[in-house]
Structure formats: structure tokens, C-alpha cells
């Protein structure tokens, strides 16, 4: 509530031009977040609803809420929630190590395609794309873990805890 100290209404500037300033900052919160806004009497009331898309950041950071504070998070509170919430999956990260197309292993791709039953009818790029083997950053096709683990010539070199061994007795 904006006009409201203390618990004492103490009013606040409740024109158009206030209501649409107030919505310009809201913009500023990535990833977008749908508020409503009010005015009830001199009072700006802004309805925040929990969101599902957290962490949520301003230009100067991130936040979480901890009961009625919110309070900056720093590097490690960030990766700990993203990685806590499922949000940084190991197979979806991007590996730097392994160049497409130098590393990939097309007769792994043609025995994907022959044990899928896929047809080769969309190009092969656009397929290990919507697979999430593949990304396409600044313009290069980069491949994801998943793609090193499925595509790639060695996937050792590139992920040393890729390898799997049998012992029978």
C-alpha cells in the first residue's frame, strides 16, 4: 500500500501519471510478474500475487522474501535456489568443451534415427534442437550435456563421469 505508514493513511499522489510510474517499475522485474493496481481513496493498493517463476530480479538484483522482508541475495543464495528448484537441469546446461559439428557422431544420430523410426524430413540441427541436445547461441550450434551424452564421439572427454561399467559375478 502506497500512502500508508505505520498503519496511519497518511496519502499518497493517486494520479494517472503516479499509477503509470509505479507500473513502469514493475516492468523493470524479470521474469514479468501481472500485478493489479487500485486506488482506494488517496491509497495505491498493489496486489502482488505469489509468483511461480521464482527467483524474480530488479536492476539491482535479486531478492527473496523471508516472511515480511525481502532481502539481496548474492551469488550462492542464487545458484543454491536455482539449482534447489529445479530450475538448472545438468542436461540442459551447454558444454563448452565439446564443438558441434567437429565432435558429433553421425553414426550415432543415423542409429538414433533408425531405433526412433524418425525420418531425416526436418534438418538435423532443427531435430537435436527440439530434442534439447542442441542450442543455437550467437549464431553457433552449441551442444547441450544431453547431446554430448547421445551425440557426441567421446563423451568422456568432455564429461569424465560418463562412462559405465559392468561387472557380473
Known amino acids: ?26 516492468s523493470q ?4 510478474i501481472n500485478v493489479k493496481i487500485e486506488v482506494v481513496d488517496n491509497v495505491i493498493v498493489v496486489n502482488v500475487p505469489e509468483g511461480d517463476d521464482k527467483p524474480y530480479s530488479s536492476s539491482d538484483g535479486y531478492y527473496l522474501r523471508a516472511g515480511a522482508m525481502c532481502q539481496k541475495m548474492n551469488r550462492n543464495e542464487i545458484r543454491e535456489y536455482l539449482e534447489d528448484g529445479g530450475k538448472i537441469q545438468f542436461d540442459r ?4 568443451k565439446a ?3 567437429d565432435d558429433f557422431d553421425e553414426n550415432a544420430y543415423k542409429n538414433f534415427l533408425k531405433l526412433s523410426n524418425t525420418s531425416e524430413i526436418i534438418a538435423k540441427e532443427e531435430l537435436l534442437i527440439n530434442l534439447k541436445c542442441l542450442e543455437k547461441v550467437n549464431n553457433q550450434y552449441m551442444f547441450t550435456n544431453a547431446g554430448v551424452v547421445f551425440f557426441a564421439k567421446n563423451p568422456t572427454n568432455f564429461l569424465i563421469q560418463n562412462y559405465i561399467t559392468c561387472i557380473a559375478f
Open 1 to 26: 500500500m502506497i500512502g500508508v505508514d505505520d498503519g496511519n493513511i497518511i496519502g499518497t499522489d493517486t494520479s494517472n501519471n503516479q499509477r503509470a510510474n509505479i507500473q513502469n517499475q514493475i
Open 29 to 32: 522485474i524479470e521474469p514479468r
Open 93 to 96: 546446461m551447454i558444454n563448452k
Open 99 to 101: 564443438k558441434y559439428p
